[in-house]
Nanobody, 128 residues
Framework: QVQLVESGGGLVQTGGSLRLSCAASGGIFSTSTLAWFRQGPGKEREFVGGISWSGTHAYYADSVKGRFTISRDNAKNTVYLQMDSLKPEDTALYYC?????????????????????WGQGTQVTVSS
């Protein structure tokens, strides 16, 4: 059974930065696709960023492109989301998700339906 535990959320002012981490248990991390999704107040869950098992393919939502960076450390079973130039509209509960496949498909990586495991989420609040 895979468990995902997010950390790094918090309260930050507009223009600030945060780095989210997601640590995974289980032995399938290094061959799995990882992603971050978020759900803001009154909104549906949306894709933020995803990364292939090798780290060579990374995709981002248009709303965060150029501000957020996803990365992974397979030796530490951890995926990160570096968030810079934060805006109030980035306020949301951020979830880490793991897809057991080694897909590099843009559609598969950016769609929540393909993910097998989810964390509990970490809250990010950006004040104006």
């Amino acid at each position: 059974q895979v468990q995902l535990v997010e950390s790094g959320g918090g309260l930050v002012q507009t223009g600030g930065s945060l780095r989210l981490s997601c640590a995974a248990s289980g032995g399938i991390f290094s061959t799995s696709t990882l992603a971050w999704f978020r759900q803001g107040p009154g909104k549906e869950r949306e894709f933020v960023g995803g990364i292939s098992w090798s780290g060579t393919h990374a995709y981002y939502a248009d709303s965060v492109k150029g501000r957020f960076t996803i990365s992974r450390d397979n030796a530490k079973n951890t995926v990160y989301l570096q968030m810079d130039s934060l805006k109030p509209e980035d306020t949301a509960l951020y979830y880490c998700a793991l897809d057991r496949s080694s897909t590099i498909s843009y559609y598969r990586i950016t769609t929540s339906a393909g993910y097998d495991y989810w964390g509990q989420g970490t809250q990010v609040t950006v004040s104006s």
